[in-house]
């Protein structure tokens, strides 16, 4: 294809970008597969900003089309440990993690994030969406499963004005949703993303470094070992 | 049943409220069905604030259990006359107002409306969750339909730990859905709703007083003339 032919044949698609790990790997997978790429990041009154702060460097060294960050204040709801001061658990058991639904876990957060996702690619006619979900090291999030991505699909393709009048048919990609954490990261390493610039911790100290003993440094830490690879980051101390 | 025990068999539902006419009478047939009203409005960037007033009033008025004001910046996707700086249409007859999806269409609005009311009803252990719209009088909003409704019913039981766990199935409720604004009118003053202290209109002036002439006041007064009332609104010009 001529390079002056390109724009007409671009093709749109909304990223999540939380500035995580697994957003960022999401990313690089949309722009792989030839999206032109509008991130949107959703400030939901996290306890600290250093995963926002991520996402903004992430954004910049991925060459996304776009940044946009939405602010929506889920503290005022309340119930989870990370909008509210309720204790992060801390060097649980790869098996403690998997069971069971984490304190983490934001009510309803997926469905909130996709909404706002789905108003901006209805914006800018982008009829791909993806979301860097993953049933496998969390299965006590509802909201990282197969069927909750075909219940919003469908859902999608019936609240909007282009999903209605056929003009567009929304698509929910979750590329990470049955891979392993070192699956994920060996897959990123491939398409050149910095996993020096992502946020996973949820527990950083003031500096915003990550301290390795948290559930979603334990299983990066995990994926990466697992991968055979170092993980970039700093740690406050020697993860166990 | 005894007063003492009143408590225990207590009902919570979240309601959204935004401050209109309907979701003023919403509020009032849920009470009316015995639940504990937790309203919810969203402030999405509304191009004017006099909704939001509105919706403090009538949370007052109407003895809630709770109101509380969720803050999303949806103006910074942009897409819509409500939230951006496109003209509202005025004085378009009722044919015009019915079809097609009209430019105050806010991209996936309902569906964001309903992902906020779903966390918090998960907090609040509420299975029960209304919203106010009505898919007779725009029959353009493709979020205002039974099947949308439906569609978001199945996804919030498998978007939750809740629903997930099966401690709470989520039941959306749109008593308004099939009724004429006539019919709401009728059944608010039966239930009390003072119609006074709502907000309509597209396109009020400084001061909050409704124009009278966009579609939201059009129907409006369409409403209460069927239903052989006087609006109690104050308009900037006698109606058209």
């Known amino acids: 294809m001529a390079p002056e032919t390109r724009d007409i044949m671009s093709k749109p698609a909304v990223v999540l970008l939380s500035g995580g790990l697994d957003s960022a790997t999401t990313v690089a997978i949309a722009r792989a597969d030839g999206f032109d790429v509008h991130a949107l990041s959703i400030n939901y009154g996290q306890r600290h900003r250093f995963e926002l702060d991520a996402a903004i460097r992430v954004a910049q060294a991925s060459a996304v089309k776009s940044h946009r960050i939405i602010s929506v204040d889920l503290a005022a709801i309340g119930g989870s440990a990370l909008t509210d ?3 992060v658990p801390l060097d649980r ?10 304190i983490t876990y934001v009510p309803a957060r997926n469905t909130i994030l996709l909404a706002l996702a789905l108003g901006y690619a209805e914006v800018l006619s982008a009829a791909d969406l993806f979301i860097g979900v993953n049933a496998i090291d969390y299965s006590g999030y509802p909201d990282c499963r197969p069927e909750f991505i075909d219940a919003f699909t ?6 909007t004005k282009a999903g209605t009048e056929g003009t567009i048919s929304f698509q929910i990609h ?7 954490k070192a699956d994920i990261i060996r897959r990123g390493i491939e398409l ?11 527990a950083p100290d003031q500096q915003g470094t990550a301290c390795g003993h948290c ?11 697992e991968a055979g690879l170092q993980d970039p980051l700093k740690y406050q101390t020697t993860a166990p």
């Open 192 to 202: 050149g993303v910095d996993y020096s610039q992502t946020h996973s911790c949820y």
């Open 215 to 225: 559930d979603a440094c334990l299983l990066r830490l995990k994926g990466f070992a």
């Open 85 to 87: 001061t309720i204790a």
């Open 174 to 180: 979750a590329p990470l949703i049955e891979w392993s």
């Open 154 to 159: 469908r859902l999608a393709n019936l609240a």
């Open 93 to 102: 058991t790869n098996e403690a993690i998997r069971h069971g639904v984490p």
